[in-house]
């Protein structure tokens, strides 16, 4: 799948993360600043760094009092400050852009928050009913057979709605990631295009189903009376 496709599926925030940072005081007539601790003291507790003496620069801070550092690191024109806090920021990637969505004061409530945004809990799974007029004829007939024979193919299997005339398809070991994004997902979306490859699965739905994988949809559902997206193809009869 080609990386730079636009995802109609994907809402909210993706690659959630949190950062611990120090706000730090500097000047009596100059704003706070922030930093990342240095790696060397990344070990250093909340409690020893909060309201400590600290050296920093443009890019890290040092706790210059009641730890010891080994090889004092090199840093780019250090300023003398004082920690005021502990942060927790959290970040997110939204349209392929980092954006800072706020800031907690303890790790705990950084995680819970981050699970919370995320639905990480184990239970949920979003489903989304798009216009069949987003497959080719003879890819729906693909959808309509496999449901019709109740033959699964790989990673997904089919089922009909015979009052609307809508075939849906529900999804397996979602989500889909990046090799990128991988990190400890059940599967690529490389080992998902492979394997429907080998099942001859129609190119337009192929890639509808990934760009759905990759979202963590589990029910996507092709009606003729749904409406389109309008990041997506149509493909009507003339």
Not at 153 to 173: D, I, P, R, T
Not at 212 to 237: C, K, N, V, Y
Request: charged share 20%; proline share 8%; with cysteine.
């Amino acid at each position: 799948m080609h990386p730079f496709l636009p995802n109609p599926f994907l809402r909210g925030f993706q690659n959630l993360r949190y950062e611990r940072v120090l706000q730090i005081s500097y000047a009596d007539d100059c704003p706070p600043c922030y930093r990342a601790l240095h790696p060397a003291q990344n070990e250093l507790p909340d409690e020893a760094i909060s309201l400590q003496p600290c050296l920093f620069d443009d890019d890290v801070a040092v706790i210059t009092e009641g730890v010891c550092v080994p090889e004092f690191p090199r840093m780019r024109c250090p300023a003398d400050g004082l920690v005021n806090t502990v942060l927790y920021q959290i970040l997110g990637n939204q349209l392929g852009r980092s954006m800072h969505i706020g800031d907690l004061g303890n790790v705990e409530a950084a995680r819970n928050l981050i699970e919370q945004l995320s639905f990480a809990t184990g239970h949920y799974s979003r489903s989304w009913e798009i216009s069949s007029a987003h497959l080719p004829a003879d890819d729906f007939e693909y959808l309509q057979v496999r449901a019709w024979c109740n033959s699964p193919a790989g990673f997904f299997e089919c089922f009909e709605l015979n009052a609307s005339h809508a075939v849906g398809c529900k999804l397996y070991s979602t989500p889909w990631a990046t090799e990128a994004e991988a990190r400890g997902s059940i599967c690529t979306a490389d080992e998902v295009s492979a394997r429907m490859l080998a099942d001859r699965v129609p190119p337009v739905l192929l890639k509808l189903l990934l760009l759905a994988g990759q979202a963590d949809i589990r029910l996507l559902i092709f009606d003729p009376d749904a409406a389109p997206l309008s990041e997506l193809s149509l493909f009507t009869e003339d």
